[in-house]
């Protein structure tokens, strides 16, 4: 079956129709879970195991703030491993590089299934090659917090990384020598899982405001570890040098400029990475030259967004996740730096969520095609690179939504005829900056009627390829291998595309 | 009429590829400093396919070659001289070389059929072509002259500060011999490639001074440059309005005229004619 994309979706999955198609189906959610019985402390993820009865066939849960120095889902592998438990089905919001050793159990049937919203490193090598039995669910952000409230994804054990535990069993991502500030991403899975275990390696006596309330929470786990906190600082957080990353960025400012959006009481999110923080310095300079304050940045924060909070350029700042330490200490410190879980950050059935309320969102491709639809999850041959992330969520709730991106990366053009994998409808995605010129979606006849006298280099995305094609012609195109290994969910569960194995 | 030209290196692909992207008026394809002795040879040929393959172009394509006491330059003219390219960057140049190299592009212009004269941009970077800067501004080819203020301390022995106390003779020297001939100035690059409120402040004293144009070393240089050299969007309203104005009373028969209670008269009109026709050439209208 094809989806509205075009795209193949394996039987049994409902078809992607539109990004809007979500607002005729009504909200369903389980049963949140209460447990008001004495929490039991464990000193080891195996005597947990034993004694809370994880078994064969199980879906545990993971989240990812700890990102690349996190030990809790590694650890846990180790168990299963140990134990020798098959089938089961690992629901971590994101796998890192330092998430290697699950490779081998993906090799051995230990874990056979996998849903996440972001994988790359060796694991997705693993997964691009063929090796994970049942089909990888890719989700959003937003779309796993629909996801686990819906009981569509049924969990059986979430196993949380939590920084400081107290007494209580209440958690928090603020203290402990691996604080990494936010959990937005677990708040769900705390909620709506069977059983929900902490993992710390600090206990302290109380914890006041606590993310996770122990009124959630069945069991704690104390370990001497778990991880690293200078790990959370993965990816690039800091502003581009690189000349053509702030050419883009410079015209991307100048852009919003044009279309009016940097004014007061604007909000703003961009990705962490150099490109999309040198469109946020570009517009904290506009910002201070015209004093003006916007009322919200929300994503993932860094210290960049910590700086402009501490300016007073923005009233508050959303945090659904701490990129560096900086934005921990701040969120811990920061009256006016705010949580919020993956549901109120982008759940498409949350009556408001916080990308809804959006002026514009900067975003990253892999690959767009001419359709603007957007590739983040595998590169030109099929390799698993990514994943949407809060990438569709954003997309679809910004007003504007703006990919910066090079038009050619390593002599290969990012405009495609037709994305390798679909990850965000094109539907969604408004302007794609490059630095060769500047494209806006045909969908968006006021943006275009906007920029009519513009000085800016604006031009048919079908230019754009032509010009790509000049530089590095025509490049050959991969087919790939029939397998299907995977999906890819849009927000509202339905599939926009799928994943294949990768060419041998 | 220039605003930036930005160094590349000839021998870099990588930012060759990108090097129209930066918005400067015209690229610097460097074959001297920027390569080394072992890689003259590849760089010219890089720069050479690199030239062919900008068929149309609305950049100033520079070659900047060896000097003429080096074994390099006739080699790299050879490679270089095509069609798609404007101008030839001459370093540590003198009056008698610019002679010679006027009459080396007549001949290779003539065997090669090129159809337009190759331009020369001679670079003052010796004590002497500082005493010559009048006569090199004099040749036919040449229409714009930089100040290399990096060599010409080496030569006069001089340490280079960032303030540029040092090189303000030689400046103004470069200034008067190219106004005269109606030619562009352009200053000597800011080297500190990290220091952007350093690059506006030199910019903003060269501008000051007379310079038309600032070479970058970095494309990062290139925005803060084309913002200083540009005409500002107050001047270029102010110019409109005196055209207007101007127009009015010439229908009037009124020679000189006032706006803003300020009298415009031929000097006047002159700077608001040369501020339309920047903003224009820069597309800023």
Not at chain 1, 333 to 336: E, I, M, S, T
């Given at each position: 079956m094809k989806n509205s994309l075009q795209r193949e979706v394996p039987v049994g999955f409902k078809p992607f129709v539109s990004p809007t198609a979500f607002q005729k189906k009504p909200r369903i959610m389980i049963p949140e879970k209460n447990t008001n019985h004495q929490i039991v402390f464990f000193e080891s993820l195996e005597a947990m195991f034993k004694e809370m009865g994880i078994s064969d066939g199980m879906t545990l849960s993971f989240h990812h703030h700890l990102r690349n120095g996190d030990e809790v889902l590694n650890q846990t592998a180790k168990v299963v491993e140990k134990m020798g438990l098959k089938n089961l089905h690992f629901a971590p919001s994101s796998i890192f590089p330092n998430n290697a050793c699950l490779s081998s159990l993906i090799k051995n049937k230990n874990i056979t299934s996998i849903t996440t919203n972001y994988l790359n490193g060796d694991v997705a090598k693993t997964i691009s090659q063929g090796y994970l039995e049942n089909l990888l669910i890719m989700e959003t952000h937003g779309g796993r917090a629909r996801s686990i409230e819906a009981g569509e994804l049924a969990i059986d054990f979430a196993i949380l990384a939590t920084p400081a535990v107290d007494c209580m069993g209440n958690g928090t991502?603020?203290?402990?020598?691996n604080a990494c500030g936010a959990l937005g991403y677990a708040i769900p899975d705390l909620k709506f899982s069977k059983k929900v275990i902490l993992v710390t390696d600090t206990v302290v006596d109380k914890i006041d405001n606590p993310e996770f309330p122990h009124s959630y929470v069945d069991a704690v786990v104390v370990l001497p570890s778990i991880g690293e906190q200078k790990g959370i600082v993965s990816g690039t957080t800091k502003i581009t040098t690189d000349p053509v990353g702030l050419k883009i960025a410079r015209d991307a400012a100048k852009l919003l400029h044009e279309l009016g959006m940097i004014k007061t009481g604007f909000s703003m999110q961009t990705g962490a990475g150099g490109t999309s923080l040198a469109v946020a310095d570009f517009v904290k300079k506009q910002m201070l030259a015209q004093n003006i304050v916007g009322s919200f940045a929300s994503g993932g924060i860094t210290a960049y967004y910590v700086q402009m909070l501490k300016l007073g350029l923005f009233e508050k700042l959303y945090d659904v996740q701490c990129f560096d330490l900086e934005a921990v200490t701040s969120y811990r410190?920061?009256?006016?730096h705010f949580a919020m879980s993956s549901s109120e950050y982008g759940n498409p059935m949350e009556p408001n969520p916080i990308v809804n309320n959006l002026d514009f969102v900067i975003l990253g491709a892999t690959e767009i095609d001419l359709d603007f639809n957007v590739n983040v999850t595998t590169d030109s041959n099929n390799w698993l690179i990514g994943g949407s992330g809060g990438h569709s969520d954003t997309a679809h709730g910004a007003k504007v939504t703006i990919i910066t991106t090079n038009l050619i990366k390593s002599r290969m053009p990012i405009i495609k005829e037709r994305v390798t994998t679909c990850t965000t409808p094109g539907e969604d995605v408004d302007v794609l900056v490059t630095e060769r010129g500047i494209a806006i979606n045909p969908k968006r006849q006021d943006l275009l009627a906007q920029l009519r006298n513009s000085r800016l280099n604006i031009k048919p995305i079908d230019e754009l390829l032509t010009l790509c094609y000049q530089i590095t012609s025509k490049p050959q195109v991969v087919v790939h291998d029939k397998k299907i290994i995977g999906v890819v969910k849009y927000r509202d569960g339905t599939i926009i595309d799928s994943l294949y194995q990768v060419k041998k | 009429m220039r605003r930036s030209l930005l160094f590349i290196p000839g021998n870099n692909p990588a930012m060759l590829q990108n090097a129209d992207v930066f918005e400067s008026d015209g690229l610097i394809l460097d074959l001297e400093d920027a390569v080394h002795i072992n890689e003259k040879d590849s760089a010219r040929m890089l720069v050479s396919h690199y030239l062919e393959s900008k068929q149309t172009h609305s950049l100033e394509m520079i070659v900047r070659i060896n000097g003429l006491d080096t074994p390099y330059f006739q080699k790299d003219l050879q490679a270089v001289v095509c069609q798609q390219l404007d101008t030839i960057m001459l370093p540590k140049a003198k009056v008698k070389d610019v002679l010679d190299l006027s009459k080396m592009l007549d001949e290779i212009e003539q065997t090669k059929q090129i159809s337009k004269e190759i331009k020369i941009i001679p670079i003052i970077e010796l004590a002497q072509s500082v005493l010559e800067v009048n006569e090199l501004a004099r040749f036919p080819r040449v229409n714009g002259i930089l100040l290399g203020a990096e060599d010409l301390s080496t030569d006069l022995e001089i340490e280079r500060t960032k303030p540029g106390l040092e090189i303000i003779y030689p400046r103004f020297c470069v200034i008067y011999a190219c106004k005269a001939q109606k030619i562009d100035a352009i200053d000597t690059p800011f080297t500190d490639t990290k220091d952007e409120q350093g690059l506006s402040k030199d910019c903003e004293t060269a501008k000051m001074f007379g310079m038309n144009a600032k070479t970058a070393i970095h494309p990062n240089q290139v925005s803060i440059i084309n913002d200083v050299f540009s005409p500002s969007e107050k001047n270029i309203a102010w110019a409109k309005r005196v055209i207007e104005a101007k127009k009015k009373a010439e229908a009037s028969g009124l020679a000189v005229f006032s706006l803003d209670g300020k009298m415009i008269d031929k000097p006047i009109i002159d700077r608001a004619i040369n501020i339309l026709k920047k903003a224009e050439k820069f597309q800023l209208l």
């Open positions: 991502g603020s203290l402990g020598k410190d920061n009256d006016h | -």
